[in-house]
């Protein structure tokens, strides 16, 4: 299985803040890499997809970017519905793998 | 819009089989592979598999052995079925449309709000 390391894994953060969360695969993932946002008790909701799109309706605030084995979710000015956690996934092999998450709580 | 809910019995004994069904509302399963991934405090996000209408399956090997996914397009709906279940099946259990494009890999999207499964002793 191809194994997915977030880091940090959680932050403190203030709203305004610059955030970037870095994905790495254990395997090279070309552009296979997809990242979620889950709040507590709600599902993941899909964010990036193909390491760098924007999924409709994300703000344009949240940006991906890398390629193999690096890969990461970038927050440019951080707001109060964005303390949750992020999730990175990859769709390059099978068994679909997940990151830990990353937990972005308030400062 | 797509819109997804799993259903199914949030309490499961020891030994026995887990059931739950997707519904699917807003477009046709016909039209795309379905999923289903599961989550839990200590594992994380976990991939369970794939169906498709046609009945085509991918499963994760680490529950290949009980698990059984299928489709039935005459009620839109998909399901899953683990047996021998411990407490280690213990999670909250997700459906979720598969979103694949040609060259850019496959995406959730998007997620039922997820079911709670306990399994019990």
């Known amino acids: 299985d191809i194994q997915m390391t977030q880091s940090p894994s959680s932050l403190s953060a203030s709203v305004g803040d610059r955030l970037t969360i870095t994905c790495r695969a254990s395997r090279n993932l070309s552009l296979y890499l997809n990242w979620y946002q889950q709040k507590p008790g709600k599902a993941p909701n899909l964010l990036i997809y193909a390491a760098s799109s924007l999924q409709g309706g994300v703000p344009s605030r949240f940006s991906g970017s890398g390629s193999g084995t690096n890969f990461t979710l970038t927050i440019s000015s951080l707001q109060p519905e964005d303390f949750a956690t992020y999730y990175c996934?990859?769709?390059?092999?099978?068994?679909?793998?997940f990151g830990l998450g990353t937990k972005v709580e308030i400062k | 819009q797509v819109h997804l809910q799993e259903s199914g019995p949030g309490l499961v004994k020891a030994s026995e089989t887990l059931s739950l069904t997707c519904t699917v509302s807003g477009g046709s399963i016909s039209d795309y592979y379905w999923s289903w991934i599961r989550q839990t405090p200590g594992k994380g996000l976990e991939w369970i598999g794939y169906?498709?209408?046609?009945?085509?399956?991918n499963y994760n090997p680490s529950l290949k052995s009980r698990l059984t996914l299928s489709a039935d397009t005459s009620k839109n709906q998909f399901s899953l079925r683990l047996t021998s279940v411990t407490a280690a099946d213990t999670a909250v259990y997700y459906c979720a449309r598969i979103v694949t494009v040609r060259g850019r890999g496959n995406w959730f999207d998007p997620w039922g709000q997820g079911t709670l499964v306990t399994v019990s002793s």
């Open positions: 996934q990859q769709s390059y092999a099978f068994p679909r793998t």
């Open positions: 169906v498709y209408y046609s009945g085509s399956t």
